[in-house]
């Protein structure tokens, strides 16, 4: 078809139809002929579709529009790539099921739009779903659809909810010295020096459950964190690296400690230089459940 100018038209063609809006087509690499799924108020408007069209070819990017890939699909492969530690993997394993899939997993990835995704982050809050989690979902419904978006499956991440990958946190409250060591008299004897480390050295709990007799240097009042307890459903407990490259560090703790912590690895803590310094109550590793119990 020629083009307003009466050149003929290099690639693809453009037609008005009596409703005055004017209609794309083009004959794609498998030699079937494609139209484009919206109309254009414009013939440039028109023209400029077809030469993206165009480039996508030229660059190897196209992609055939026939080929409906549903997202619950995606979702999966894209899930079983991704490098989580395993209390991430959990997490974000609950996220996706409980609440990206129920919604979106037979729509196909290029029928999902902005509008949509505004609506389900919205349903989600109506619902009660609290504001974190809530967020954590659309965190990674936006993460598989930059992926997609990579693999040039969908030309746009429909993700544009303004402020709905964050949330804001309420400060939070901290012990006085007075009252760590109100909290450390009340709890059971072999738990009393984790309380006092925790507050005084600021390790996590994984942390703390992992350390070993080598890693704590009473001379120079310094603990070393080498590797850390995670428990999941799934892989049961497991010991890994701390949650970052940062976590591998060596932490000071004050004089005061001193007699709490050689007391305690005199009394609780397992024998032989790798043994643990804080287990449960019947030895073994101290798990997070039994001592949120206490």
């Not at 037609?15 to 139209?35: I, N, V, W």
């Not at 954590?136 to 992926?147: C, D, G, M």
């Not at 964190?225 to 049961?236: A, I, K, L, P």
Request: aromatic share 8%; hydrophobic share 40%; proline share 5%.
């Amino acid at each position: 078809m020629a083009n307003s100018k009466g050149r003929r038209r290099r690639f693809g063609s453009v037609r008005k139809l009596p409703s005055g809006r004017f209609q794309a087509r083009y004959r794609g690499p498998d030699g079937l002929m494609r139209t484009a799924d919206t109309t254009f108020a414009t013939q440039t408007d028109a023209d400029r579709w077809l030469v993206k069209q165009e480039a996508k070819i030229l660059d190897g990017d196209w992609t055939n529009p026939d080929v409906k890939i549903a997202f619950g699909d995606f979702a999966r492969s894209w899930f079983k790539d991704r490098d989580y530690a395993a209390t991430t993997r959990e997490r974000n394993a609950g996220v996706l099921n409980r609440h990206i899939l129920p919604t979106f997993r037979a729509v196909p990835l290029r029928e999902i739009t902005t509008p949509q995704v505004r609506r389900w982050h919205t349903d989600l809050l109506d619902a009660g779903v609290g504001p974190a989690t809530v967020s954590k979902a659309y965190q990674v419904l936006r993460a598989i659809l930059n992926t997609a978006v990579d693999d040039g499956l969908i030309e746009r991440n429909p993700c544009r909810v303004q402020g709905a990958g964050t949330v804001t946190h309420t400060e939070r409250p901290f012990l006085c010295v007075p009252e760590v060591y109100r909290l450390a008299d009340a709890v059971p004897p072999h738990c009393r020096a984790l309380v006092l480390l925790a507050a005084f050295a600021a390790l996590r709990f994984g942390e703390l459950a992992a350390l070993q007799r080598r890693d704590i240097d009473l001379e120079a009042r310094t603990v070393s964190v080498r590797r850390s307890y995670s428990e999941t459903r799934t892989d049961g407990l497991t010991v890994k690296a701390p949650k970052s490259a940062a976590g591998v560090r060596t932490v000071a703790f004050p004089t005061s400690l001193v007699p709490e912590l050689t007391h305690h690895l005199a009394e609780h803590a397992e024998a032989g230089r790798t043994g643990l310094v804080f287990v449960g109550a019947r030895g073994g590793v101290l798990r997070r459940n039994n001592f949120r119990r206490i």
